[in-house]
């Protein structure tokens, strides 16, 4: 198109979007703010900035260049809120490593990102030294403490311990400007074939997704979740999607935020409490862990707000978390999107319904952000409406997608068919633009020429009292194709398949569901398969069905 | 630097930043939110995007291409709203026309701007009829009218009536993706010598400058302005740097909006009640009118937040407003800075102090704005100290400043100078982040050899209880190469000369001035001259006492 493009001034900036800018905000509105580790170690926002800038000078005494990849493998803490800064500010790429991965498939992905220099947590240095020899690339290693004698680690070139390093480092450094499409952070995505797939992400749609996540969180009544007087918890492991990106939103904000460390259920609650946490973000799984575990139990979590995604929420177990005075939303991504696509808004009359029926809109997944153009498809690409009932694929176009698979032509091509992100998912969008993920396209169930969403099913059982958690999986089935498979796992010792299959006559006789949707194979088991993320691993259970 | 940079996927979808991003946040959160004009007619917001998508055909049937400038003449209202989304969204560039220009300098800015088409509201188009044989570049114009009959226009060439063009339109429109870099505004900034200079801001700097405005104005407790639920009224002209952005932010919010249509203080007064504004930005001379009106006289305007800008906020009358209920901050930017260079933010400690010692905090200048990278500078270039005391030009980097002055090269690189926006304004910097401007570099008065400000005097000679209004300029003096002169609007007739000496004398008795700062004029008038946007006009100030 013709449009106008002007030549300004030649001195003109054009101000590249650089992470550095979001560190900028640091302690500029609430200096004295505070950065918590477990309850043990404490930083304002003032000595955060300093420290991020003493970071920055150890990785450049420690070889790192612009260009290259240095990775984490730690818990959640301050250390890598503050890796989330430093690296990528000198124009080095952070790798999130995925330490719950196996041991091959983390050495794959090393090796797969270049590593060139890895900050350790003592807890992962067995596992870093039994790796060592298998990473050419890997120069040397910075260990991260909590204190304590370190295991030996013999194949390992360690660097020395971090604090240390920081200590021997000048505060200030000038970060420079460069080209904001420069690779900022990678991490890894593993499907349930082939090798974990590299996805990445820039300078400028982290910036982007940071200032929109701002706006998003704080500025709508119908989602207020986060503002600068909040006080933040991550329960989203750091190396998974950058934490769902809220840690560059809340150091942008100046928040009060507490980083668990390794998650133990008790300690969260305890952290809840004591800093009256108000705001959080976790997968199903952790919430359930949470309200599960015996401080859980007896803590009621008044003034929480939790935000869902990874999967879907099961209304039971968003009804037990609303009983004990927590608030939740949902929230729709995954690691190839940043993450933010969608995220629960009330509106107006929403906000006024009575709190059961508001737990229909906080299940479902919410909202199109701002920046977001989601729409659903059918196989043919063909745009389908967004009425409640007709059902596409999850389609997207967005400031912060990932542009490839790393070295994957192939698969990066398929992601991008067409010019818009495909999201594997499957959903419908209601009028008031709700979106409602009926499954994953490979885990819909193609039973009698029919789909059947296997979440769905999974929402309905859960809905049984004695149902602690559930999975339904595809099973070939010679006369059908395909009928449907469960696995229950019972809260209550007497809960037989049958009394499942009659929870679920209700639905059928209210119409919700076809009589044809009611699994004959019901499997009643101690633990459901998960992958390392904490998802339902569906290939697992269905080769575990097949036997 | 050698960073890296990966090639994506072939149809990857980098996303240019586009105004039509903003637009498609219209509605998705609150349809039912209405916009209002002067309380004669409401849209909601699902009416909107029709509206504008109807515009954007009607523009297109007539004529309008991808590059060409269409101008608008009118007051604020929802049209213009209309325009900001339908003009630029075509790839087309919106002129934001001066209307308080002299006839002369409107001619100027349109044929400088080579204006294509131009939508004119009833009020204008005497104007317009006036200067239409001296626009050749001027293919037609559409009429905006609040009804009754239009005067004569024998020299024009009027397409039709705004509504009933937008009615023969059909209501769906798709808007294309484009260069984010394109021009999608420009207007003119008044220096007070020479012509009119055109600055002009790209579809990215004003995406930007709004998912910005939407987080900055509404997730920090300390600056809680606007939010989804706010009742937004802008006092300034939509002609005058995209009414400070507000509207564009507004709109991404789904805020209830009121457009005032030409400025009537008894209507603004009105119009505040009616529809509970809970924010507003103005000038300082539109809230002394508001405040002095006859309906701002009997009215509280408890619940009303309102943003001042576009000249310093004298401490008086910001303790008018306050008695009054409102709640004050103030904000800072230009015509070349898209504006938004910093705002009022109060910290945890600020909040907690009484409202007469916040009321330092509320008329500083305030912090800079997330990607705001100001400092000041001293004549050589050299980076001032941030202490409260130092003195410098302010100099800025963000995303979304004019890169340059359209056909005026030599002023554009005296704007970029060493690769940062000279904002004309000499300000400390106080260790807290808080911005003071002290002066216009061309305003301070130079006395004896030291900088005296003539916005500081102004400032302490407006804080007598008789004093209503006053300007200080520096006038030659042969001895001390400049004395202060000041120019006073009585509240009370027997306010003399000698007065504002003595209440002077208090302030050089605390140390807060010099002796030699008091002036020896002091000239008792009237009225003080005053810009086309209302700003005080020294260059009139100087002549008429030079006499």
């Known amino acids: 198109m013709p449009v106008k493009i002007l030549q300004g001034a030649e001195n003109a900036h054009a101000y590249p979007l650089l992470i550095k800018q979001i560190f900028a905000s640091a302690g500029r509105f609430e200096p004295d703010n505070q950065i918590i580790y477990r309850g043990e170690q404490s930083f304002s926002y003032s000595e955060f900035t300093r420290r991020v800038q003493q970071l920055a000078n150890a990785l450049k005494a420690a070889g790192v260049e612009a260009g290259d990849t240095v990775a984490v493998m730690d818990w959640d803490s301050h250390r890598y809120l503050e890796c989330y800064f430093a690296v990528p500010m000198l124009g080095a790429i952070l790798h999130h490593v995925n330490i719950r991965l196996s041991p091959e498939q983390v050495a794959y992905t090393m090796n797969h990102a270049e590593d060139k220099l890895v900050l350790v947590h003592d807890d992962f240095l067995p596992l870093a030294d039994q790796l060592a020899a298998q990473l050419p690339t890997v120069q040397g290693y910075i260990r991260l403490s909590d204190g304590g004698t370190p295991p030996a680690t013999p194949n390992m070139s360690v660097l020395g311990e971090y604090e240390s390093l920081l200590a021997e480092q000048s505060s200030e450094c000038d970060f420079p400007d460069f080209d904001e499409n420069s690779v900022a952070t990678t991490f890894y995505t593993t499907g349930t074939t082939g090798n974990p797939k590299g996805v990445y992400f820039s300078h400028r749609q982290l910036v982007l997704h940071t200032i929109n996540m701002v706006g998003m969180l704080g500025s709508y009544e119908g989602l207020p979740l986060l503002r600068s007087n909040s006080v933040y918890m991550p329960i989203t492991p750091m190396f998974h999607v950058h934490a769902w990106g809220v840690p560059y939103a809340a150091v942008m904000l100046n928040c009060t935020q507490i980083y668990p460390g390794r998650y133990e259920p008790n300690l ?101 952000s701002n920046l977001v153009d989601l729409r659903i498809e059918e196989p043919s690409g063909k745009p389908a409406a967004h009425n409640g009932s007709d059902v596409g694929e999850v389609t997207v176009q967005t400031p912060w997608l990932t542009q490839g698979y790393h070295k994957e032509p192939a698969k990066q091509e398929e992601l991008w068919e067409g010019g818009r992100l495909h999201t594997g998912d499957v959903a419908s969008v209601h009028p008031d633009g709700f979106v409602e993920i009926k499954d994953r396209i490979k885990d819909v169930i193609k039973t009698g020429g029919e789909w059947l969403s296997s979440i769905e099913l999974e929402d309905l059982i859960s809905q049984h009292p004695d149902v602690a958690a559930v999975a339904v999986v595809g099973m070939p089935d010679e006369k059908w194709g395909e009928r449907p498979h469960a696995m229950v796992v019972a809260s209550n010792n007497e809960l037989s398949a049958g009394d499942i299959q009659q929870h679920l006559q209700q639905f059928v006789e209210s119409g919700h569901i076809s009589k044809w949707a009611v699994p004959e194979h019901i499997t009643l088991v101690d633990e459901i398969p998960k992958t390392s993320v904490g998802k339902i691993n569906k290939k697992v259970i269905r080769a575990t069905l097949a036997g």
């Not at 919430?287 to 995604?309: A, F, P, S, V």
């Open 268 to 368: 969260l609650v305890d952290l809840i409490k004591q800093y009256k946490v108000d705001f959080s973000h976790c997968v199903p799984t952790i919430l359930q862990m949470l309200l599960g575990c015996e401080k859980g139990h007896t803590t009621r979590l008044d003034g929480w707000k939790i935000l869902i995604g990874g999967s879907a929420l099961p209304k039971g177990l968003a009804k037990a978390a609303m009983d004990k005075g927590a608030d939740i939303y949902s929230a729709y991504g995954m690691s190839e999107t940043c993450p933010l696509l969608t995220v629960t808004h009330l509106n107006k009359e929403q906000r006024a319904l009575p709190a059961e029926e508001q737990l229909k809109y906080r299940t479902l997944t919410g909202v199109a």
